[in-house]
């Protein structure tokens, strides 16, 4: 078979198999990844029970033991789950704010979103205590997370409202409107420090920085599919943000509805981020990192992006909560301040790569 | 057929377009002239749908407004004034955005052939970036053609809204750009376009609309609109035409003898 060398100018078919072929080869490649590092998070951990030994003693028909049992079916099952989960909608979220704001440096933090939960989450944690105890078991532990959710809420609804002006949606007023948001959410997290207790200060330091600590069955079954649906509807406007970044006046020729496709954007960002942030923390950089990489190695293309990022963003936090569980094992480092240790350096390499072309 | 009747459009408080009424017939390449703040790049932009206006513009005899932005792309490609790209796409891929809008049939074929028709058939697999501005026009040329790649459709005749086509293009290529646009409108398309380069509108505008200050000025067959004292009135400078021998192509001479009085 003749290399691409020898032929430079392609059948357009040949070439567009060739295309697909190695659009197909990065998905396989991603999907194994995660395979991989699904079944390494199932067996790594402070106990020393493995996934291993648990299914040699399956297939050799002796008993697993009730810890075997507990560790792996009843921690670090829903704890694997939540991680691919929260990493994919955290890094399909960035790409998807990227496109919509034609920006490569946006992500959902930036609008406030993120903000909102974690404003939500710490009003939970400080003022939760003088909500009535009917109210606090009715919620039980969905409390906190709801309440992230909904500050997510809050906060893209305002901002959506203060940007749409006659039917149109401004992406600048947006953003601008984001930054006014998430300075105050902040000031308003700083009172709640303000007035927390020790106790309570512990437990708002480990959620602002990000954990997967808390993942059980049950959390998993409430936000799961929340963030899956969101997460798959965001991934469904990849043809949509390719028309965008050519433009909004562009995008509108081409006969793609920009309103309605920023409204989906919009809410299913804020959806997926919401509940991710509600039931992990503020983990920062995959949504910034993860469509950087993927776009230097596979191109801008958001139909391939999309799903790329979703696949990469849920190893990369999977890989990041090992090394959070195990660095200063028997306790766990807060997942976030992996992710940004690991991230920072990695999105300042980019920066310093790309000096001459981004333009903001 | 595109109509447009009684047009005005206002940003803020000033008044950009005052009453403008403009006609372009399928078949033809017809070019909106004037100076600059005239109102030309507005007039494109009410035909394209882009800006909030008074009046009515029909395009193919229906009311634009009520048309959906899907219906408006199958009937009408619009090629802006500036393009930039967010993110690194390769050439073949900034085309296949324009074939979103619905358009059946090989799309890598007719990629291929759009990006032929610009002479940019080796460029494919390049990122738009990295191409020159005259390079990253023709592309952006190549995508419009891709959407509407039929000249008639099941709907009647498609148009070209072109805003200042060959703006950053050496001589050779506005030529080829002009002469793409003119063979789209004699396959029965219809073209409306921008110009700024008065000799390249006289060599392919089969009709001209001239604006002046919001309002047209004058507007018809190009022998007839490109005049002397049309285009002196426009411009508010001193403009002398005159016909190429044996061709019956008309061109212009800008004088140097002082600005002439304003247009009412």
Not at chain 1, 110 to 115: F, I, P, R, T, W
Not at chain 1, 278 to 297: D, K, Q
Not at chain 1, 315 to 340: F, K, N, Q, W
Not at chain 2, 95 to 120: K, Y
């Amino acid at each position: 078979m003749a290399s691409v060398i020898d032929t430079p100018v392609a059948d357009p078919l040949i070439q567009d198999l060739r295309r697909r072929r190695k659009a197909g080869a990065v998905h396989a490649a991603l999907f194994a990844l995660l395979l991989v590092t699904a079944l390494a998070s199932l067996t790594v951990g402070a106990t020393g029970v493995s996934l291993g030994g648990a299914g040699w003693d399956f297939m050799v028909g002796r008993q697993i033991g009730v810890l075997e049992a507990t560790v792996l079916w009843d921690i670090r099952a829903p704890r694997t789950i939540m991680g691919i989960l929260v990493g994919a909608a955290l890094a399909v979220s960035g790409a998807v704010m990227q496109g919509l704001f034609r920006n490569p440096l946006a992500d959902p933090g930036l609008l406030g979103v993120s903000a909102g939960a974690s404003l939500g989450a710490v009003g939970a944690i400080v003022l939760g205590v003088w909500l009535p105890a009917a109210v606090v078991g009715f919620f039980g532990f969905a409390l906190l997370p709801l309440a992230a959710f909904l500050g997510a809420w809050v906060v893209m609804l305002t901002l959506y409202g203060l940007a749409t002006r006659r039917g149109r949606t401004s992406v600048g007023t947006m953003l601008l409107g984001g930054i006014g948001i998430s300075a105050l959410a902040g000031a308003l997290n700083g009172l709640m420090v303000f007035i927390a207790d020790d106790l309570q200060l512990r437990e708002l330091t480990f959620w602002g920085l990000g954990s997967l600590t808390g993942a059980t069955w049950a959390k998993t079954v409430v936000a799961g599919p929340v963030i899956l649906v969101s997460t798959l509807a965001a991934m469904s406007l990849a043809q949509g943000l390719n028309s965008l970044s050519v433009g909004e006046a562009t995008a509108r020729h081409i006969g793609v509805d920009v309103q309605t496709l920023k409204r989906w954007a919009i809410l299913s960002v804020a959806a997926a981020t919401g509940a991710a942030v509600a039931v992990s923390g503020g983990i920062g950089f995959i949504g910034i990192v993860v469509p950087h990489l993927l776009r230097l190695a596979t191109g801008a293309d958001h139909r391939r992006l999309l799903l790329n990022a979703a696949l990469l963003g849920a190893s990369l936090l999977l890989g990041a909560d090992m090394i959070s569980r195990v660095i200063v094992a028997p306790t766990e480092l807060p997942i976030g301040i992996v992710t940004a240790v690991l991230g920072a350096p990695v999105f300042l390499w980019i920066l310093l790569r790309q000096r001459g072309v981004v333009d903001i | 057929m595109i109509e447009a009747s009684n047009i005005s459009v206002s940003y803020g408080r000033k008044l950009i377009l005052d009453g403008v009424s403009f006609t372009a017939q399928p078949g033809e390449l017809t070019a909106i002239v004037g100076p600059n703040g005239s109102g030309k790049s507005t007039l494109l932009k009410a035909l394209s749908g882009d800006l909030p206006y008074s009046g009515i513009i029909r395009l193919n005899g229906n009311d634009i407004a009520r048309q959906s932005v899907l219906d408006l792309a199958i009937q009408r490609g619009v090629l802006p004034q500036a393009s930039s790209l967010s993110f690194p796409f390769r050439v073949r891929e900034v085309i296949e955005i324009g074939l979103g809008a619905g358009v059946h049939g090989d799309q890598h074929h007719i990629t291929q052939l759009a990006l032929d028709r610009v002479g940019l058939a080796g460029f494919s697999e390049h990122l738009y970036q990295e191409l020159s501005g005259g390079q990253q026009q023709r592309v952006q040329l190549a995508r419009v053609l891709a959407q509407i790649w039929h000249p008639v459709g099941e709907n009647g005749p498609c148009w070209l809204l072109l805003d200042e086509p060959v703006s950053s293009l050496d001589i050779a290529h506005q030529l080829g750009v002009m002469q793409i646009a003119q063979d789209f409108a004699r396959a029965g398309g219809g073209v409306v376009a921008v110009m700024h380069d008065l000799n390249l509108t006289a060599m392919f505008a089969d009709r001209m609309a001239v604006l002046h200050d919001g309002r047209c000025l004058a507007s018809g067959k190009t022998q007839d609109v490109f005049r002397d004292e049309v285009l002196s009135a426009a411009y508010m400078c001193r403009i002398q035409t005159a016909c190429l021998p044996g061709t019956g192509i008309r061109y212009f001479l800008p004088q140097t003898s002082g600005r002439v009085a304003q247009a009412g």
